[in-house]
């Protein structure tokens, strides 16, 4: 299974990016998805997640500008951020918790980053 994180790039504040991951390989089922992100010199923190269920959760500091979603059709996830900030600069990660394997065993799996700058 590999997660595939795609979307960033240099935007203005005030602008709009939206993320995608895409999960792939031999998947029975993917429970939460997640996305994280990593400021410079900071640690890894969560910014939002939603479950198979479509169960929402955001952190405060991007309620109300930052959504996620999923397709579980596609094995994607995606964050849409809006009135981007330059404290929202940083990589972000995908991950997510997929059901895989003869056993139908639980592995967590992270995606590679995608780098988003926001200017002032």
């Known amino acids: 299974v590999q997660l595939q994180a795609s979307g960033g790039g240099l935007v203005q504040a005030g602008g709009t990016l939206r993320l995608s991951c895409v999960a792939s390989?031999?998947?029975?089922?993917?429970?939460?998805m997640e996305w994280y992100r990593q400021a410079p010199g900071n640690q890894r923190e969560l910014v939002a997640s939603?479950?198979?269920?479509?169960?929402?959760n955001h952190v405060d500091s991007v309620k109300g500008r930052f959504t996620i979603s999923r397709d579980n059709a596609k094995n994607t996830a995606y964050l849409q951020m809006t009135s981007l900030k330059p404290e929202d600069t940083g990589v972000y990660y995908c991950?997510?918790?997929?059901?895989?394997?003869?056993?139908?065993?639980?592995?967590?799996?992270w995606g590679q980053g995608t780098q988003v700058t926001v200017s002032s």
């Open positions: 991950h997510a918790n997929v059901v895989t394997g003869s056993l139908r065993l639980e592995y967590s799996y």
């Open positions: 390989g031999t998947i029975i089922s993917i429970n939460d």
């Open positions: 939603i479950s198979s269920g479509g169960r929402l």
